[in-house]
């Protein structure tokens, strides 16, 4: 479960995701400029935008929630601008992101 004040960030480009642990908190430290052991969750998502992986850490170590969406994307649910490294989303934003949307049908459009 997510703690009510986790601060909550999202790396805005896609990451290879054959990376674990070291990578990731390389990205946070150089990308993202923060640390990540800060407590704060950081969201990052692959290629395809199928999968997703968030970086924390707690009293006892580093940690990954990693989920893959089958019939899902991850694509739209939020807004990310080109122009910062990561944006900062609150844990109802977090709950949209790991239910995904769903993919439109072949010649189907969402709006």
Do not use: W
Request: glycine share 10%; proline share 4%.
């Amino acid at each position: 479960m997510i703690a009510v004040k986790a601060r909550i960030f999202v790396a805005t480009k896609t990451v290879d995701f054959r990376g674990s642990f070291d990578r990731l908190g390389g990205i946070v430290r150089e990308r993202l400029q923060d640390d990540p052991r800060s407590g704060a969750f950081f969201v990052f998502f692959n290629r395809a935008g199928n999968k997703i992986k968030i970086l924390f850490a707690d009293q006892t170590g580093d940690c990954i929630l990693y989920k893959r969406l089958d019939a899902c994307t991850y694509r739209g649910i939020i807004d990310l601008d080109p122009d910062k490294e990561s944006i900062e989303i609150d844990g109802r934003q977090l709950r949209a992101v790991l239910a995904g949307v769903p993919k439109p049908r072949r010649g189907q459009r969402i709006h």
